[in-house]
């Protein structure tokens, strides 16, 4: 079955330092990969997206995610975590080609001043 | 980026009445929308996608006859929950796909979200 999973239903860091958020896909072939914040009030804000290419891949905010084939992850990084981070992440993917979205559960990350 | 607003941002209404949500895109045309429900800390389930000018797609186990879609223009889709019931209660978002640009892949802009509770 396809699927996301994010195994880390809530996380919380210090502010300034780093943090992983991970996400681990099922498909049978190579999805296209997403990241998405959600603060309350607003809608979701594409962080960065994998469709092909560098395995690395730079977002917005400072975040950069890596894909890994072998282990079917798509793990979000940030080397240093601002209070302004504080919201729901959720990982997401879709077939390429396709447009339908398959979201993970989110990761609630809290960040201590 | 592109950007979709959603009407109204919250609402609370009487069982069995219906509740019209809209989403709309403000500055490109949206040639598909979705519309997806999401649980107190919970995903984003997709319930159905939405094309201009047909009628839209449901998924497994979402009944169309409550939730009735239209998507009337290409800035334009509207979520009707009809005869609404507490267990409707949620938080309602839309997205909009807008035309596809060669070899930049697919994006998806969403909504802030509609709050529904149904008393």
């Known amino acids: 079955a396809q699927s996301v999973t994010q195994p880390d239903i809530h996380i919380t860091v210090s502010e300034g330092a780093s943090l992983e958020l991970r996400c681990n896909y099922s498909?049978?072939?190579?999805?296209?990969l997403f990241w998405y914040v959600q603060s309350p009030g607003q809608g979701l804000q594409l962080l960065l997206k994998?469709?092909?290419?560098?395995?690395l891949v730079q977002g917005i905010k400072g975040f950069e995610a890596e894909f890994k084939r072998s282990q079917s992850s798509f793990n979000l990084r940030k080397p240093s975590v601002h209070w302004s981070d504080a919201a729901e992440y959720f990982c997401?993917?879709?077939?390429?080609?396709?447009?339908?979205?398959?979201f993970g559960k989110g990761t609630k990350l809290s960040v201590i001043p | 980026g592109a950007v979709v607003s959603q009407h109204p941002s919250w609402v609370i209404c009487k069982s069995g009445t219906s509740v019209k949500i809209e989403c709309r895109s403000l500055?490109?045309?949206?040639?598909?929308m979705f519309w997806y429900r999401q649980f107190p800390k919970q995903s984003l389930m997709l319930m159905a996608t939405?094309?201009?000018?047909?009628?839209?797609?449901?998924e497994q186990g979402v009944e169309k006859d409550k939730f009735l879609i239209n998507h009337a223009s290409l800035t334009l889709s509207t979520l009707t929950v009809t005869s609404a019931h507490p267990e409707d209660s949620s938080f309602y978002i839309c997205?909009?796909?807008?035309?596809?640009?060669?070899?930049?892949?697919?994006?998806?802009?969403f909504g802030p979200g509609t709050r529904l509770t149904v008393l």
């Open positions: 997205s909009a796909r807008g035309l596809p640009k060669a070899g930049a892949g697919d994006e998806q802009f």
């Open positions: 498909y049978g072939a190579t999805p296209y």
């Open positions: 994998y469709f092909s290419g560098d395995t």
């Open positions: 500055d490109f045309q949206a040639t598909t």
């Open positions: 939405s094309n201009e000018g047909s009628k839209a797609t449901y």
């Open positions: 997401a993917f879709s077939g390429a080609g396709s447009y339908q979205l398959t």
